[in-house]
């Protein structure tokens, strides 16, 4: 276009000068039409160049894509953490005996496969001392068990790594966001090689214990504390980017409600953790009566080991009484948050999440004491380890909605 303008000024150019160059107000009006039609071809050129960059740059849809993406990820973390308690309660965490990558993801296919990996198991305390009349067929279901906890972790591994390749080429992530996303990859790494160091403490022969052979409750927290980790650093990122911040005025009842939800989340978590080492050390077969712990409200074996600090993790007794305090403090904290709440007005969003906090609350503490009173029972424990969970969402979901606008 611009060309065939450049021609068609030429041209009239040269049948002015054919007139003596007189000059004309139609020949300078074609000139000032040929300056602004190149002008606006240059501009919509720049246009269309910088559209496909504008596309990459991260913006509210990809944002909502992320944050989808993470909500799904920490939703596989549920299910990894809900399957290691249900594994942990079968007691079919020691019976793959080995670790690796690749090779372990084909579980025996043949009788003679299953007769070389059982009699591998069969080396191993756990066998000699606990499972010394199992048959094969027992042992398939304990291998099961454990052998589909480890191919779920590898497909929360490969949720996590692979869109975070996807997305970075696509230019999907902030500056911010890469190191975030990064540091949650680096985790899941960190959480599988935890999850073994974890198993190979209750596979080693230890001939001074009188004990039953288990892996240590300190691996064990460990693992269940880096899980518990993962999951709300990907659920509090990923709500952060979907829900948009509530542009509240920033009062002084607000900013009190905003530290003591803060507290309430950390007494919540810590509650959890507090659940491995009952869990660890079978602490909740120790006294089966509630509120009291038997006859009395405080057992008189609570300090029994020396030095006195060995006793919060390594006494049962001990390690039950305080699962229950905690237990009760969380519930006593976000009972108080929820009355002090209700005189306030906050969006629709933020009193929804409270009010739900406060009902799972109450029916965790219930599942809790049933679980207590009915000596542990697999169905309702793991009911009560995955409400847990549930009661630790929605703490990070109240979180997300009382979080400060940003500047």
Not at 31 to 43: E, H, L
Not at 92 to 104: A, I, K, P, Q, T
Not at 375 to 381: C, R, W
Request: charged fraction near 15%; charge should be positive; include cysteine.
């Amino acid at each position: 276009m611009l060309l065939s303008s450049a021609r068609t000024a030429f041209f009239c150019g040269c049948r002015n000068a054919g007139k003596g160059f007189q000059p004309s107000s139609r020949s300078s009006q074609l000139r000032q039409w040929v300056v602004k039609r190149g002008q606006s071809t240059i501009t919509a050129e720049a246009g269309a160049t910088s559209v496909p960059a504008a596309a990459t740059v991260p913006n509210a849809a990809t944002n909502r894509i992320v944050g989808r993406w993470l909500l799904g990820c920490s939703g596989l973390v549920v299910g990894a953490v809900v399957l290691g308690g249900v594994t942990r309660l079968t007691e079919s965490g020691l019976s793959m005996v080995d670790w690796h990558l690749v090779r372990e993801m084909k579980p025996p296919q043949s009788q003679t496969e299953w007769e070389a990996e059982f009699a591998k198991y069969q080396q191993f305390p756990e066998f000699k001392i606990m499972n010394h009349d199992m048959t094969l067929p027992e042992f398939k279901f304990i291998f099961y068990m454990e052998w589909g906890h480890r191919m779920w972790g590898r497909l929360v591994g490969l949720a996590y790594i692979l869109p975070t390749a996807y997305f970075w080429r696509k230019g999907y992530f902030t500056r911010s966001m890469k190191g975030k996303v990064l540091g949650l990859c680096g985790f899941v790494f960190f959480q599988g090689l935890l999850g073994w160091y974890m198993v190979k403490s209750g596979l080693e022969e230890k001939p001074e214990s009188h004990d039953i052979p288990r892996v240590s409750q300190y691996r064990l927290s460990a693992h269940l504390g880096s899980a518990l980790l993962l999951y709300c650093a990907s659920l509090w990122t990923g709500l952060t980017l979907m829900l948009p911040a509530h542009k509240v005025a920033e009062t002084k009842r607000l900013m009190q409600l905003r530290r003591f939800a803060k507290g309430t989340g950390g007494l919540v978590f810590l509650t959890a953790l507090s659940g491995a080492f009952v869990a660890g050390l079978d602490a909740g077969l120790v006294y089966n009566s509630f509120p009291k712990m038997g006859e009395r409200w405080i057992p008189d074996d609570l300090l029994a080991f020396s030095p006195t600090l060995k006793n919060f993790f390594e006494n049962p007794t001990t390690v039950q009484f305080d699962h229950r305090i905690l237990a009760i403090s969380s519930l006593t904290a976000i009972t108080s948050l929820y009355l002090y709440s209700r005189k306030m007005v906050l969006p629709r969003r933020a009193k929804m999440a409270i009010t739900l906090l406060t009902a799972m609350a109450y029916g965790q503490v219930a599942l809790g004491i049933s679980t207590l009173l009915l000596y542990v029972p697999t169905p309702l424990a793991a009911t009560h380890q995955s409400g847990s969970v549930a009661l630790l969402s929605l703490a990070i979901w109240v979180l997300a909605e009382l979080r400060k606008v940003p500047k």
